[in-house]
């Protein structure tokens, strides 16, 4: 996983074996609105080429780690990203890498007739 986060010889990681899918339709009108969340799509669209931290993400996007943590507890919540991996880093924090759950989400959504 890519990352700029300083790595010790006691640092220690686990990765989580989730299956990134190729591509997910997204039909549910609630993930619809999820997506179509501004600061929400920035994340994922950051989160669909790499894994990223919150620090990494604050960095790319200018939002408060706070704001962050918000939006990808709420796209965790709808499966859209995952903790791709855990580390330790040199001061025992544990850094969490967030990443999409597909490589692309296509909306597909019909209004009723």
């Not at 996983?1 to 549910?28: A, C, F, L, P, Y």
Request: proline residues 3%.
């Amino acid at each position: 996983m890519k990352g700029s986060v300083s790595m010790s010889k006691n640092t220690t990681s686990s990765e989580t074996n989730m299956e990134i899918h190729e591509e997910r339709i997204i039909t549910d009108p609630t993930l619809v609105l999820t997506l179509l969340h501004e600061k929400k799509r920035m994340i994922v669209n950051l989160l669909l080429k790499n894994a990223m931290t919150i620090q990494e993400l604050k960095n790319a996007t200018k939002m408060n780690p706070g704001t962050i943590k918000r939006h990808l507890d709420d796209l965790m919540k709808n499966d859209l990203i995952f903790i791709a991996e855990e580390r330790l880093n040199d001061y025992n924090i544990k850094m969490k890498f967030y990443q999409a759950t597909a490589r692309r989400f296509i909306i597909n959504f019909t209004l009723p007739e």
